[in-house]
């Protein structure tokens, strides 16, 4: 089955530490996204990328970095620059251009220890 | 500026219909998606418009009013299982980013 797979389920990171989230897919879309959620807020975009080798800023790109090295992945570390990382992190993806939705992965759930 | 607005949160009892309002102010507009959301996990596809009108799909129905930066959410029948967080979300033009709502989140009562 097609879908889009994050992992791992819960991380927890010291004081300090880089951390990187897996999302990986194989519906063959070229665009995915990650976005962050937080209790009482809405999902809020962090970094995307429509093609390989490329990708831009979201609204709350401070302290996170990604990397398109294959269609297939879309890995995000958060670093010890986010000061707040504790959040649920969502990852979608989707056929650009076209009025079908985006998928999403079941998401990540980072806390500070 | 963007903006969507949803109520934060919503009540029912089993069997009734409830409708979930959004409005929106965007910078363009390429079509209105709706998701559901139980808690945590990931929200899944519930309807999309990009024109006036109302779309059906099953228990759920969606409208929207594009000159009023206006959409609602239509959920018959309630079942207990549709207690869940409901995202409404606008794609502007000429881009594949989706601007989220914070989410109604919806209780169904027996």
């Known amino acids: 089955d097609g879908g889009i797979t994050q992992s791992p389920k819960y991380l927890f990171r010291k004081e300090g530490q880089n951390v990187t989230l897996s999302c990986e897919q194989n519906l063959n879309h070229d665009a995915m996204y990650w976005y962050r959620q937080d209790p009482g807020q809405g999902l809020r975009l962090i970094y995307y990328s429509q093609i390989v080798n490329d990708f831009q800023k979201g609204d709350i790109a401070e302290g996170y970095s990604v990397s398109r090295e294959k269609k297939e992945s879309f890995p995000l570390t958060v670093t010890s620059a986010q000061k707040n990382p504790t959040a649920f992190y969502l990852c979608?993806?989707?056929?650009?251009?076209?009025?079908?939705?985006?998928?999403f992965g079941d998401g990540t759930r980072l806390s500070i220890l | 500026g963007q903006n969507i607005d949803q109520p934060t949160e919503m009540t029912a009892t089993e069997g009734a219909i409830v409708q979930i309002n959004c409005t929106y102010q965007?910078?363009?507009?390429?079509?209105l998606f709706w998701y559901q959301q139980h808690a945590g996990e990931a929200p899944t596809f519930l309807s999309y418009n990009v024109l006036d009108g109302l779309e059906e799909k099953g228990r759920f129905s969606s409208f929207l009013s594009r000159s009023k930066g206006y959409s609602y959410l239509l959920l018959k029948e309630l079942q207990m299982k549709d207690s869940a967080s409901y995202l409404c979300a606008v794609r502007s033009y000429n881009t594949d980013k989706l601007i989220f709502g914070t989410g109604t989140r919806l209780q169904v009562f027996p």
């Open positions: 979608a993806s989707s056929i650009i251009n076209s009025n079908q939705p985006q998928h």
């Open positions: 965007t910078s363009g507009f390429n079509g």
